[in-house]
Antibody
Framework: EVKLQQSGDELVRPGASVKMSCKASGYTFTDYAMHWVKQSPGQGLEWIGTIIPLIDTTSYNQKFKGKATLTADKSSNTAYMELSRLTSEDSAVYYC???????WGQGASVTVSS | DIVMTQGALPNPVPSGESASITCQSSKSLLHSNGKTYLNWYLQRPGQSPQLLIYWMSTRASGVSDRFSGSGSGTDFTLKISSVEAEDVGVYYCQQFLEYPRTFGGGTKLELK
């Protein structure tokens, strides 16, 4: 069974950074790209970026360049996303999804508050 | 960026009736390989999105045949035949042709 297990919810201070993870199982990690998607409260879906773990290549939505950094650890089958200089606008649920987006993580909520 | 525009549903939809959701892209999603790079997702309340359809008309694994996708290069339709309670949620289209991957704004389906 394909599974993407995301790290837990985070409460972070404005200006801080947060790094979340997405551990893949049930398939060969390097065979698929991994995408990250943002969903702000009560809003739709917004693509942040994609990493191809096999060759460590990334593509970012221009809107998230400088905000999000995508990495992948092939040894642990885990993708990571770090969000920097957090503001209230970054409070959202973040999802990872593989390949053609046929499998999604359960989502990780980030709340930015002092 | 490719802009994806979704239509609304005349909610609520009576149980057992069919429903059609439209999606329009600002650029043709037809690739030179003959595939049209349009996905449909359903996000049920409180859940992660679920892939329903990819390449405009191919059902994802395990998806009911009550769901069908059709369209041209820029105009697409997701049809749900005989709507059931489990179909309630928000439906999104997304283009997979170019970066950035863009989503439509979502179409909510409510059941009567």
């Amino acid at each position: 069974e394909v599974k993407l297990q995301q790290s837990g919810d985070e409460l972070v201070r404005p200006g801080a950074s947060v790094k979340m993870s997405c551990k893949a199982s049930g398939y060969t990690f390097t065979d698929y790209a991994m995408h990250w998607v943002k969903q702000s409260p009560g809003q739709g879906l917004e693509w942040i970026g994609t990493i191809i773990p096999l060759i460590d290549t990334t593509s970012y939505n221009q809107k998230f360049k400088g905000k999000a950094t995508l990495t992948a650890d092939k040894s642990s089958n885990t993708a990571y996303m770090e969000l920097s200089r957090l503001t209230s606008e970054d409070s959202a649920v973040y999802y990872c999804a593989r390949g053609v987006m046929d499998a999604w993580g359960q989502g990780a909520s980030v709340t930015v508050s002092s | 960026d490719i802009v994806m525009t979704q239509g609304a549903l005349p909610n609520p939809v009576p149980s057992g009736e069919s429903a059609s959701i439209t999606c329009q892209s600002s650029k043709s999603l037809l690739h030179s390989n003959g595939k049209t790079y349009l996905n449909w997702y359903l996000q049920r309340p409180g859940q992660s999105p679920q892939l329903l359809i990819y390449w405009m008309s191919t059902r994802a694994s395990g998806v009911s045949d009550r769901f069908s996708g059709s369209g041209s290069g820029t105009d697409f339709t997701l049809k749900i035949s005989s709507v059931e309670a489990e179909d309630v949620g928000v439906y999104y289209c997304q283009q997979f042709l170019e970066y950035p991957r863009t989503f439509g704004g979502g179409t909510k389906l409510e059941l009567k």
